[in-house]
């Protein structure tokens, strides 16, 4: 009897040992060891067919069939050995966010830096992007002086050194009332004539909407929100040329004391044409458009926004004021 | 086709396809050979990979002189005892039938089987082949693990005695001697359930 010591209840025989006879050992022997010869031979003893018979009630054993997955699951084991087995020992470090949380990308800090930033950056950029935007159409009015240089110049090289008028109104009134005409309609010739085009009648500085006169000879007023400029007043002095004289002030953006955009404007300040920094104004020498930070630039330094001398206060105009010869103003 | 040898080698080398190849080559009979001995499908599965697992962590000191398919049997065959030792496996049923008509006990204490004299036959035409298939499975389940080893191997694997002996380490002797004594056992509970069940069947 041996090894009843292993069994360790290993199944049955935890009291008893089995045992064959040794006919019938043989016999297995000979069949396991000679299995060259699975089928019954001849010679074979009667025994030896007990010992088939026997083992063929193991062969009713089913095939235990293997799982699918179980070789790539292995495979998959070796390599998670492998893993552990060559990777250092993890090592503390920040740790791994909750299953189904994700990490917080973008917190209260990160976004209150971000908005100060912005801020900062709105702070710097806003000024400088609207002070390019006032440069820009201070360059575009400029320009637009400009042109009119030339059409004042062409204009009164084929009228005797005449400005563009529309003669005088019947009313002598150079403020519209309503029934007649402003002095800035004086321009009107220009467009008739082709010295300039209806645009630039407005000056690009003013963000109203134009509404341009008619091109031909019918028109006689400039729609008020298409008036840009104020024009020497020709009904006051009608005596005024194209003289080449730089003293001679012709035009100017537009009188802040006629302009519904400025209803409390005092004499003192700039057009509203660019947001009251300063004033663009044309001499009939032509030779130059001059960009003034105050009104007081006429000769011997009277305001050009005002019939007479210099003053401060607001003067409710009737239209029917005369200026003093050398008095510029630029009326609407 | 290569030889497990050469796959193994080549696995050592470092081509992961080789391991691959060697897990299907052997996956049918080793997973067989492995629901056999523990008689469970699950634990069989755990064993199978934990005994590739082995074969990968020894690669490197496998002899290549020697044979591949020994040695992942007593890879195999270790694991699996291992675990029944572990988890002591033990039968519930009571073994009062015996097998000898005619021979009796030569010893006390042990069973003795002459195959003559029992006259083991086929089941019962009136036993279905599910109940037949239950009482040889639950026959090979019940002997003691160390006797089932040596016959699983030899009958159902086709090991040498010499093949076997070297793989569990054991005198040739010994893998006889458990080797009759599995067949013994097998003999006795075999046709002893399939007493018990016919009588059964009888009494209803």
Known sequence: MEEKSDMNGNGIGTQDDFRLSADDAAAVDAVLEGRAGTAATSGESERESRVRALFAALDRLPEDKTPADLASRTLAAIRADRMKVGLPAATPSEPEPAPGRRRRWIGWKEIAAMSTAAAILLAVLIPAISQARLSARRVACAANLAVYATAFGTYAAASEGNLPTLGQPANHNWLDDGKGQNNADNLLPLVRGAYITADRLACPGRDTAMTLPAAGGGATHIPDESRGYSYTNLVANPHQRWDGSAETLVLADRNPLFDPAASNATPDMNSCNHGGHGTYVLAADGSAVEWEPNPNIGPKGDNIWTAGPAQSQRVAYAGTESTAPGDAFLAP | ?204
Not at chain 2, 16 to 38: H, K, N
Not at chain 2, 91 to 105: E, M, R
Not at chain 2, 136 to 148: D, E, Q
Not at chain 2, 182 to 191: G, N, P, S
Request: proline share 3%; glycine share 4%.
């Open chain 2, 1 to 204: 086709m290569l030889t497990d040898e050469q796959l193994l080698s080549r696995y050592k080398a470092g081509d992961d396809e080789a391991m691959a190849s060697l897990i299907a080559r052997y996956q049918q009979e080793l997973f067989s050979f492995l629901c056999r001995f523990v008689s469970d499908r699950a634990t069989a599965e755990d064993l199978f990979q934990e005994t590739f697992i082995q074969i990968h962590r020894n690669a490197g000191s496998f002899d290549p002189e020697r044979r591949f398919r020994p040695w992942l049997f007593t890879i195999a065959a270790n694991k699996a005892r291992d675990f029944l030792r572990a988890h002591g496996r033990r039968v519930a049923f009571s073994l009062d039938n015996t097998a000898g008509h005619g021979a009796g006990d030569s010893e006390q204490g042990s069973t003795f089987i002459d195959l003559m004299a029992s006259a083991v036959e086929a089941p019962p035409a009136e036993l279905s082949h599910a109940e037949d298939v239950a009482r040889v499975s639950a026959a090979l389940a019940t002997m003691p693990a160390l006797y089932r080893e040596v016959l699983v191997l030899s009958y159902f694997h086709d090991f040498a005695y010499k093949d076997i002996a070297d793989m569990l380490h054991i005198p040739l002797g010994t893998v006889k001697s458990r080797l009759h004594a599995a067949v013994a056992a097998f003999a006795k509970v075999y046709r002893g359930m399939s007493g018990e069940i016919k009588s059964e069947s009888e009494r209803s």
